[in-house]
């Protein structure tokens, strides 16, 4: 149980491109989703914390406006870069919390984004 | 202000056992995750931590004293494929978010 799924796996788009990254929690309802990205060497940082049906709520320093996420159900939330340039290149990984995970956090696999 | 420190690398020898430790100052607490990342992979669930002491799950065991801000995580009989990243994540009281360290990367030798 708790599995979680994103997809793309990876990705490479020219600069100025948008990117959508879907992330789905395939055997529970996640009340509660999280992006991260994490670049080489470093730890993950978080980027926003969505809760279905409500605005996401972004970490200090994250452009909302560039980072568009979207919770729209308890099984799906979307992250969409926008206007890609190669800074935003980075491994994107999502994680999800419900009722029925207690406390933990799920992650899913990642997405990969290059931009050239 | 936050502030999650764990060692940056570790060697081990395979079958032997290894302790990673981590200590923090967060403003609140509700929990401690320890994660594992193989490279190029998300991180998976390890163990949690919340009320001080020793959980043990097979060859991993975690610990946590919460007055001292301090958790360590103990592999046993180590293995090859247990070379990873360990991440340590403190969970704040409020929010629920995770806040996490940078990292030990673990290295095991035959």
């Known amino acids: 149980g708790a599995v979680v799924s994103q997809h793309p796996s990876w990705v490479i788009c020219k600069s100025g491109t948008s990117v959508k990254i879907e992330c789905r929690s395939l055997?529970?309802?996640?009340?509660?989703m999280f992006w991260y990205r994490q670049f080489p060497k470093q730890s993950l940082m978080l980027m926003a914390t969505?809760?279905?049906?409500?605005?996401?709520?972004?970490e200090q320093g994250v452009e909302k406006d560039k980072f568009l996420i979207n919770h729209a159900s308890l099984t799906l939330s979307t992250l969409t870069v926008t206007s890609a340039h190669p800074e935003d290149s980075s491994f994107y990984i999502c994680?999800?919390?419900?009722?029925?995970?207690?406390?933990?956090?799920?992650f899913g696999p990642g997405t990969r984004l290059l931009v050239l | 202000g936050q502030n999650i420190d764990q060692p940056t690398e570790m060697t081990a020898t395979e079958g032997a056992i290894v302790q990673i430790n981590c200590t923090y100052q967060?403003?609140?607490?509700?929990?401690l995750f320890w994660y594992q990342q193989h490279a190029g992979e998300a991180p998976t669930f390890l163990s949690y931590?919340?009320?001080?002491g020793l959980e043990e799950k097979g060859r991993f065991s975690s610990f946590l004293s919460r007055s001292k801000g301090y958790s360590y995580l103990l592999l046993k009989e180590l293995q090859m494929k247990d070379s990873a990243s360990y991440l340590c994540?403190?969970?704040?009281?409020?929010?629920?978010?995770?806040?996490f360290g940078q990292g030990t990367t673990l290295q095991v030798k035959p």
């Open positions: 994680s999800a919390r419900g009722a029925w995970t207690q406390e933990t956090q799920y």
């Open positions: 055997d529970f309802q996640a009340t509660t």
């Open positions: 969505s809760n279905e049906g409500s605005k996401a709520t972004y």
């Open positions: 967060t403003s609140g607490f509700n929990g």
């Open positions: 931590n919340v009320l001080d």
């Open positions: 994540a403190v969970r704040g009281s409020n929010t629920g978010k995770l806040i």
